[in-house]
């Protein structure tokens, strides 16, 4: 089966602008969590989501938001964008709460640089 | 709070030897407990996990982990490494209340050949 999808794969902003990422799950999944990662500060929690709600919200300024849709597909936004979101963006994809043993599969990454 | 610790910013194996990458952990209640590998710019790949039962974990690639409930570790292992075995790897604690998954801050395995 389909594993997850980002996109798109490498973006390069100018600061300021916003930025807007896409992840598709795995058919079937219904959590889908981001994160960023940089050379830094390691892997760092954004946001989950299940069933179109935000569950759980690391500790990220307002310029970070998400959404999931119906179809358990999420998008992330960052807007005003900083040199300091240069980064790997993670998305996950799990079957949510309800399983906890499962484990989450991992996208590909979507690399943004800020310039 | 659940956390992991990876307590080795790398490791450094010869080919055909045994290698070890540990972590520990810090959980209330049952632990879920995963191993990661991250090729470079690329996402993370699920290696193995703990949920309950047997102690020893096998997982993909040649991978095992060994869960130590006492010593509160999780350490991964493979018998015989490879030069395709360098990547960074990630342990992580799935929070059994809110679903989410806590990363150690990664361990660099470099084996050479």
Request: contains cysteine; proline residues 5%.
């Amino acid at each position: 089966k389909a594993g997850v999808t980002q996109t798109p794969r490498y973006l390069i902003k100018t600061r300021g602008q916003q930025v807007t990422l896409s992840c598709s799950p795995i058919s079937g999944h219904r959590s889908v969590s981001w994160y960023q990662q940089t050379p830094g500060q390691g892997l760092q929690f954004l946001f989950e989501y299940f069933s179109e709600t935000q569950r759980n919200k690391g500790n990220f300024p307002g310029r970070f938001s998400g959404r999931q849709f119906s179809n358990s597909r999420s998008e992330m936004n960052v807007s005003t964008l900083e040199l300091g979101d240069s980064a790997l963006y993670l998305c996950a994809s799990s079957f949510g709460p309800t399983d906890p043993n499962t484990e989450a599969f991992f996208g590909q990454g979507t690399r943004l640089t800020v310039v | 709070a659940q956390s992991v610790a990876q307590p080795e910013d790398q490791v450094n194996v010869a080919e055909g030897n045994p290698l070890t990458v540990k972590c520990t952990y810090s959980v209330s209640g049952n632990p879920y407990l995963f191993w990661y590998v991250q090729y470079p710019n690329r996402g993370l790949q699920f290696l193995l996990k703990y949920i309950t039962g047997d102690n020893l974990v096998k997982g993909s690639y040649g991978f095992e982990a060994e869960f130590n409930k006492s010593q509160t570790s999780f350490h991964l292992k493979k018998p015989s490494a490879l030069v395709s075995d360098s990547a960074l790897y990630f342990c992580a604690v799935r929070d059994g209340n809110t679903d989410k998954l806590i990363f150690g801050t990664g361990t660099r395995l470099q084996v050479f050949p």
